[in-house]
């Protein structure tokens, strides 16, 4: 496993679409394996592959529930309801964050890694932290969902600790 560089805001490749994974073999599974490294040396809960600079719909989060780590392989929101406000920030956009209103559940359809198929509904930060993610596999990013984006630097007293995607 390795950590891999992060590409950070204002770089082009994150407004980019990802393409479909098609092989399911070891380059993948290193790259799961890589971005789940990265994304926990980062203390993030979510990386999606663009966020390495690989253009495949290829997403990791944990979000520090009992289930640990999920891997998202083609991954596709096929239900959703409720909704939810909170704070959001993300791994390519250090020091930064916004409120953002996502679903309060949704369900996801994916595939592991081995080419299984399989759906997960998630609630509250895990049904955020999906629809962060999804969104990245389509160059879609959480400021274009914030009404404001606010830095650090303008509250510190508030923003030690952001979860970041
Ligand atoms: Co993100």
Known sequence: MAIRNIVVEGDETLRKKSREVTEFNEKLWQLLDDMAETMRASDGVGLAAVQVGILRRVVVIDVGDEHGLYELINPEIIASSGE????????????????????????????????SSYTVEGTELLARAFCHELDHLDGILFVDHAKEVYRDSDRPEHSRRHRRR
């Not at 909170?86 to 595939?111: D, H, I, Y």
């Open 84 to 115: 939810q406000t909170g704070n959001e920030g993300c791994l390519s956009f250090p020091g930064e964050w916004g409120e953002v209103t996502r679903p309060m559940r949704v369900t996801v359809k994916a595939q592991d890694r081995n080419g």
